[in-house]
């Protein structure tokens, strides 16, 4: 069953509220939305939004309008390619999908608009209060794609991919559920596999270099993963698996 949130709960998408205000440190909005697309935010987006003031189903299949048979995380969805694409193959699976730019989520609204999708939630703030309010064990899989790198040594600590964040989502994770990490930054990969390599919860599954230099099954190419390519970074694609 799926609650929808009042359009006054929300207010202006992106906004931060509650508990984890603060954490967030990326951009929250752009250039001003077209028409169809402020249409999307003020009448699509109250009824998609995820209500963390209820407590969390015991089962997060119910969250969607049509429950299915697990549930998938994106963190950070930019402009929400590869969430639609993956929530347009995969019907029987309920996507939910985090971003705090509003002009992002947007861009998700008019996929899910022109897909007529039925199995994907949102939430357009701080991604880690849907990981806390989420219930054990009951996501399937976990994409954190092209996260920003905050490559300034002294920003490293608002970098995404860090010990305690390992142990959040771990608490989240079902046992053998991937997540799958992508980047351009040799730097960020360097740091994430530092991490994985001392938590006790994951393990990283690439055993030859092809493993990690090649896309995953279905994969959907990004514009930022052109840009990348384009200017000379190339991605590197890691799965860690929950033990």
Not at 14 to 29: D, I, V
Not at 55 to 64: H, Q
Not at 156 to 170: G, S
Not at 199 to 224: I, N
Request: charged share 30%; net charge positive; with cysteine.
């Amino acid at each position: 069953m799926v609650t929808a949130t009042p359009p006054a709960a929300i207010a202006e998408a992106g906004a931060p509220s509650g508990p984890g205000e603060g954490r967030f440190f990326g951009r929250r909005k752009g250039k001003a939305l077209r028409a169809h697309q402020a249409g999307l935010i003020a009448e699509e987006l109250p009824d998609l939004r995820l209500d963390l003031a209820a407590p969390a189903p015991a089962d997060p299949t119910r969250l969607f309008h049509r429950p299915g048979r697990e549930v998938h995380l994106e963190i950070g969805f930019g402009g929400g390619e590869h969430l639609a694409m993956r929530a347009a193959e995969s019907p029987d699976i309920g996507f939910i999908g985090c971003e705090a730019y509003v002009n992002g989520v947007a861009k998700l609204l008019a996929h899910v608009e022109r897909g007529a999708l039925a199995n994907v939630r949102i939430w357009n703030d701080d991604a880690v209060r849907v990981i806390d309010w989420l219930p054990p064990a009951s996501i399937g899989r976990v994409y954190l794609l092209y996260p920003d790198p905050w490559p300034k040594r002294r920003h490293r600590k608002r970098r995404f991919l860090q010990a305690e964040m390992l142990e959040r989502l771990a608490r989240i994770m079902r046992s053998g559920a991937e997540l799958r990490f992508a980047t351009d930054i040799d730097d960020y990969a360097a740091y994430a596999l530092a991490r994985v390599a001392r938590s006790e919860a994951f393990d990283w599954t690439a055993e030859r270099a092809a493993d990690w230099l090649t896309p995953w099954p279905g994969w959907q190419s990004t514009r930022y993963e052109q840009k990348a390519l384009r200017e000379g970074r190339p991605p590197g694609y890691f799965t860690f698996r929950r033990r």
